[in-house]
C-alpha cells in the first residue's frame, strides 16, 4: 500500500509487542501519525527481559509456515500480503525447524524495533500508561498483552463491569547446544520434512526407553512447583501451552502422545531399536548454539528443573541458558465486550488488540493488530473499513473472538476460551472435493488434505479480492 500525506490526530498504541508493533506499522503505513507507548525499561514485566519491541518471552517458533496445508501457514501468508512488519522481520532472522517458521529472537526484535524507530509517522514514547488512557485520545489501539499492568487491567475492568478471564502461560527452558551429548542425541525433523531455511534434520533428539520414560514422568509429577498466590488460584490453563509437568498429572501416556511422541523418527545411533519416547530440542538463534526443549513449558523451581531434566538422555550434562517459568495471562470476553472492529462497546474510541482479545499464539496476536490497525487508521481518515471475508484465516480468527461464541455467552464468561487459528474457525465448503485431478476418488486422509488446501486456496483468493476491492477503497478514502 502506498502511503498517504499524515493526518492531524494521532493513533495511540498502548503495547509495543506483537500485535502493538504490527499495529503501529499498519497504521503509520496508512499515512496516520501513531505514538506507540511502552513501559518498559521503565517498568518491566515478569517475562521480559529487554526493552525491544515485539520481544518474543516463551518460544521462537512461528509454527507451521506451510500456507497449503496448515492454518497458521495460510495466515503467514495473507499477513505477507498485506505487508506485515512481523512476517517481514521473521523472514529476515529465521533459523532451521522443520516445517516450521522459527526466529532468532533477538535478531527479530531488534528488526522490529529498528523499523519503527525509523519509520517517519511513529513515536515511540517509553512511559507507563496507568489507567485507561486521557480522555482526548480520540483513537486508541490498546495491545498490552497478556502481562497487562496492575492499573490499566483494574480501569479496564471497572469500564467494563466484567471480571478478567485469565490462564497461566508457561516458557520452557533453552539449552546450550554444545552441552549436549550427540553420541546419544541426534538430528533429524518428523518424517525427514524440510522446512523454511532447514534440512531435514532441524530438530535435537533424546530417546527415552520405558523405564527412562516412566521415572521421568513420576519425577515430573513429584517435583517441587511454584506456588500459586491466592488469586490465581483457579486460573485454568490454555491447553495449546500446558506445563510439562501438568500433562504429566493429566495421565501417564499423555506426553507420549503430545511434545514426547515417538513417531517419524529413527535413532541412527540404535536404529533397530524403537524410542519408547523422544524429547525433542528446536534451534533458538540464529547462530545456532542455543536450543528450546520443545512443549517443555514448565511451572517447576529452578532446582527440581535442573534435577528432572538432566535425567533426559543427552542432557545429562546440559547448560541451561534459561530455565522455563511461568506468567498469568489475561484476556477479555471479547464476544461480548467487543464490536466486527474489536472497539470496546463500552468505549468504542478504544480497541483492543493481541492476546488480550482471546487469540492465542505469536502470529495470531500479531495478525489481531494488523487488523487494528488497518481499522484505526480507517477512522482516523474519516473512513469505514469492511472486516476481511470470513473465509480468510485473517476472517475466521476475527469472527471468532468478536462474534464466535456470542449464542453460548449467557453461560457464563468462560464459555469464551482463547484459540490459535485453525481451519475448525472456517465456514464450510460449498462443495467439498471429492475426486483427485486424474478424476480418480479421494479415499480416507486425502480427503482431509484436498479440503484443507481447497480452503486454503479460497482464502487467499477471498484475500486478494478484499484487499482490491476493500482496502484499497478505505484508504483512498
Same mark, same amino acid.
Given at each position: +500500500?502506498?502511503p498517504?500525506?499524515?493526518s492531524?490526530?494521532?493513533?495511540?498504541?498502548?503495547?509495543?509487542?506483537l500485535a502493538?508493533?504490527?499495529?503501529?506499522?499498519q497504521?503509520?503505513n496508512?499515512?496516520?501519525?501513531?505514538?506507540?507507548?511502552?513501559?518498559r525499561?521503565?517498568?518491566?514485566? %515478569?517475562?521480559?527481559?529487554?526493552?525491544?519491541?515485539?520481544?518474543?518471552?516463551?518460544s521462537?517458533?512461528?509454527?507451521?509456515?506451510?500456507?497449503a496445508?496448515?492454518?497458521?501457514?495460510?495466515l503467514?501468508?495473507?499477513?505477507?500480503?498485506?505487508?506485515?512488519?512481523? +512476517?517481514?522481520?521473521?523472514d529476515?532472522?529465521?533459523v532451521?525447524?522443520?516445517?516450521?517458521?522459527?526466529?532468532?529472537r533477538?535478531?527479530?526484535?531488534?528488526?522490529?524495533?529498528?523499523?519503527l524507530?525509523?519509520h517517519?509517522?511513529?513515536?515511540?514514547?517509553?512511559e507507563?500508561?496507568?489507567?485507561?488512557?486521557p480522555?482526548?485520545w480520540s483513537?486508541? /489501539?490498546?495491545?498490552?498483552?497478556?502481562?497487562?499492568?496492575?492499573?490499566?487491567?483494574?480501569?479496564?475492568r471497572?469500564l467494563?463491569?466484567e471480571?478478567?478471564l485469565a490462564?497461566?502461560?508457561?516458557?520452557?527452558?533453552?539449552?546450550?547446544?554444545d552441552?549436549?551429548d +550427540?553420541?546419544v542425541?541426534?538430528?533429524?525433523?518428523?518424517?525427514?520434512?524440510v522446512?523454511?531455511?532447514?534440512?531435514?534434520?532441524?530438530?535435537?533428539n533424546?530417546p527415552?526407553t520405558? %523405564?527412562?520414560?516412566?521415572?521421568? *514422568?513420576?519425577?515430573?509429577?513429584?517435583?517441587?512447583?511454584?506456588d500459586f498466590?491466592e488469586?490465581?488460584t483457579n486460573? =485454568?490453563?490454555?491447553?495449546g501451552?500446558?506445563? *510439562?509437568?501438568?500433562m504429566?498429572?493429566?495421565?501417564?501416556?499423555?506426553l507420549?502422545?503430545?511434545?514426547?511422541?515417538?513417531?517419524?523418527l #529413527?535413532?541412527?545411533?540404535n536404529?533397530?531399536?524403537?524410542?519408547?519416547?523422544?524429547?525433542?530440542?528446536r534451534?533458538?538463534?540464529?547462530?545456532?548454539t542455543?536450543?528450546?526443549?520443545?512443549?517443555?513449558?514448565?511451572?517447576?523451581?529452578?532446582?527440581?528443573?535442573?534435577?528432572?531434566?538432566? #535425567?533426559? =538422555?543427552?542432557?545429562?550434562?546440559?547448560?541451561?541458558?534459561?530455565?522455563?517459568? &511461568?506468567?498469568?495471562?489475561t484476556?477479555?470476553?471479547?464476544?461480548?465486550?467487543?464490536?466486527?472492529? $474489536?472497539?470496546?462497546?463500552?468505549?468504542?474510541r &478504544?480497541?483492543?488488540?493481541?492476546?488480550?482479545?482471546?487469540?492465542e499464539?505469536y502470529? %495470531?496476536?500479531?495478525?489481531?493488530?494488523l487488523?487494528?490497525? $488497518?481499522?484505526?487508521?480507517?477512522?482516523a481518515r474519516?473512513?469505514s473499513?469492511t472486516?476481511?471475508?470470513?473465509?480468510?484465516?485473517?476472517?475466521a480468527?476475527?469472527?471468532?473472538?468478536?462474534?464466535?461464541?456470542?449464542?453460548?455467552?449467557e453461560?457464563? =464468561?468462560?464459555?469464551?476460551?482463547?484459540?490459535? /487459528?485453525n481451519?475448525?474457525?472456517?465456514?464450510? $465448503?460449498?462443495s467439498?472435493?471429492?475426486?483427485k485431478?486424474?478424476?480418480?476418488?479421494?479415499?480416507?486422509?486425502?480427503k482431509? *488434505?484436498?479440503?484443507?488446501?481447497?480452503?486454503?486456496?479460497?482464502?487467499?483468493a477471498?484475500?486478494?479480492?478484499w484487499?482490491?476491492?476493500?482496502?484499497?477503497v478505505?484508504?483512498?478514502?
Open positions: +500500500m502506498t498517504h500525506h499524515s492531524s490526530q494521532p493513533v495511540h498504541i498502548v503495547g509495543a509487542g502493538g508493533s504490527e499495529a503501529a506499522w497504521v503509520a496508512s499515512g496516520v501519525r501513531v505514538v506507540l507507548h511502552e513501559m525499561p521503565q517498568r518491566m514485566t %515478569e517475562a521480559h527481559r529487554t526493552d525491544g519491541c515485539a520481544e518474543l518471552v516463551c521462537n517458533s512461528f509454527r507451521s509456515d506451510d500456507a496445508n496448515n492454518a497458521v501457514g495460510l503467514h501468508a495473507e499477513m505477507r500480503r498485506l505487508g506485515s512488519l512481523i +512476517m517481514r522481520s521473521a529476515a532472522n529465521q532451521p525447524a522443520g516445517g516450521a517458521l522459527a526466529v532468532d533477538d535478531g527479530f526484535s531488534a528488526a522490529v524495533t529498528k523499523a524507530h525509523e517517519p509517522n511513529i513515536e515511540l514514547s517509553r507507563e500508561v496507568a489507567g485507561l488512557p480522555a482526548d483513537n486508541v /489501539i490498546v495491545a498490552t498483552g497478556p502481562l497487562t499492568s496492575a492499573p490499566l487491567a483494574d480501569a479496564i471497572q467494563t463491569d471480571s478478567a490462564f497461566f502461560d508457561a516458557i520452557a527452558p533453552i539449552v546450550h547446544r552441552s549436549i +550427540m553420541s542425541a541426534w538430528f533429524q525433523s518428523r518424517y525427514d520434512k522446512g523454511p531455511g532447514g534440512t531435514g534434520a532441524d530438530y535435537i533424546c527415552m520405558k %523405564e527412562q520414560y516412566d521415572a521421568f *514422568v513420576t519425577a515430573l509429577r513429584e517435583g517441587e512447583k511454584v498466590k488469586w490465581e486460573t =485454568p490453563y490454555f491447553d501451552c500446558l506445563p *510439562v509437568e501438568v504429566a498429572e493429566r495421565g501417564h501416556e499423555t507420549r502422545h503430545g511434545p514426547m511422541k515417538p513417531v517419524g #529413527t535413532n541412527p545411533h536404529p533397530t531399536v524403537k524410542p519408547y519416547a523422544i524429547v525433542q530440542l534451534q533458538d538463534n540464529k547462530l545456532g542455543l536450543y528450546n526443549i520443545v512443549g517443555f513449558q514448565t511451572k517447576l523451581k529452578h532446582g527440581a528443573q535442573q534435577r528432572v531434566f538432566h #535425567t533426559i =538422555p543427552g542432557l545429562g550434562q546440559a547448560e541451561f541458558a534459561r530455565l522455563g517459568g &511461568l506468567h498469568r495471562n484476556f477479555l470476553n471479547s464476544p461480548k465486550l467487543l464490536d466486527a472492529q $474489536l472497539r470496546l462497546r463500552a468505549q468504542p &478504544l480497541r483492543f488488540a493481541g492476546q488480550m482479545t482471546g487469540c499464539g502470529v %495470531e496476536s500479531a495478525s489481531v493488530g487488523i487494528a490497525g $488497518l481499522c484505526a487508521a480507517a477512522d474519516g473512513a473499513l472486516p476481511p471475508p470470513a473465509t480468510t484465516a485473517l476472517g480468527l476475527l469472527g471468532h473472538i468478536t462474534g464466535g461464541h456470542i449464542e453460548t455467552i453461560q457464563g =464468561p468462560r464459555s469464551f476460551q482463547p484459540m490459535n /487459528i481451519f475448525g474457525l472456517f465456514p464450510p $465448503l460449498a467439498p472435493p471429492t475426486k485431478p486424474d478424476g480418480s476418488r479421494l479415499r480416507g486422509n486425502e482431509t *488434505v484436498a479440503k484443507k488446501q481447497a480452503i486454503s486456496a479460497r482464502a487467499l477471498d484475500l486478494d479480492h484487499i482490491a476491492e476493500h482496502l484499497r478505505a484508504a483512498a478514502a
